[in-house]
């Protein structure tokens, strides 16, 4: 219960910054993907760690991505989720290593994502948070992202 307590106000926190319904929209949709997903874990054994910084929510139009660059330790559990407003039809999370070789293809369809990252080795990586799809008539949606960190 403490991890979801921990979700929550990280975003509560990125709320009081934003002013927006779709904002709203979109940060609600990620709290409540990354909750189900956290529920999910602990009830299968995992202790889960949500950094301080765990979340963001940008404004992006079709085509656009979010990229989050950073070392990636070796036999680390990563769990990145992504979700977005009403507007974005897919989101899709895609991971590369540091020559930008494609390691992880994340691409569903709809607008919630995840993905556990486990690498075997200790490296440079970078992951892509992509709205690959709007609604008709929408140009763009905001989409927010999530990474924490499980164990056993």
Same mark, same amino acid.
């Given at each position: 219960?403490?991890?979801?307590?921990?979700?929550?106000?990280? &975003?509560? /926190?990125i709320?009081?910054?934003?002013g927006t319904?779709?904002?709203?929209?979109?940060i609600?949709?990620?709290? !409540?993907?990354? !909750?189900? @997903?956290?529920?999910?874990?602990?009830?299968?054994?995992?202790?889960?760690?949500?950094?301080?910084?765990?979340?963001? /929510?940008?404004?992006?139009?079709?085509?656009?991505?979010?990229?989050?660059?950073?070392? &990636?330790?070796?036999?680390?559990?990563?769990?990145?989720?992504?979700?977005?407003?009403?507007k974005?039809?897919?989101?899709?999370?895609?991971?590369?290593?540091?020559?930008?070789?494609?390691? &992880?293809?994340?691409?569903?369809?709809?607008?919630? @994502?995840?993905?556990?990252?486990?690498?075997?080795?200790?490296?440079?990586?970078?992951?892509?948070?992509?709205?690959?799809? !709007?609604?008709?008539?929408? @140009?763009?949606?905001?989409?927010?992202?999530?990474? &924490?960190?499980?164990?056993?």
């Amino acid at each position: 219960m403490k991890r979801i307590l921990s979700i929550v106000l990280i &975003f509560s /926190i990125i709320v009081l910054i934003t002013g927006t319904a779709t904002e709203q929209e979109a940060i609600d949709n990620v709290i !409540t993907y990354a !909750t189900a @997903a956290v529920i999910y874990l602990q009830d299968q054994g995992y202790y889960v760690e949500v950094p301080e910084d765990a979340g963001q /929510i940008f404004y992006l139009e079709k085509g656009q991505y979010i990229k989050l660059d950073g070392t &990636f330790y070796e036999g680390t559990n990563y769990v990145i989720v992504a979700s977005g407003d009403s507007k974005a039809a897919d989101i899709d999370i895609e991971v590369y290593d540091a020559e930008w070789n494609l390691i &992880f293809d994340g691409n569903t369809n709809g607008i919630d @994502a995840d993905v556990i990252l486990t690498p075997n080795y200790t490296a440079e990586m970078h992951v892509m948070v992509k709205l690959s799809a !709007t609604k008709s008539g929408a @140009a763009g949606a905001y989409v927010g992202f999530m990474l &924490f960190y499980i164990s056993q």
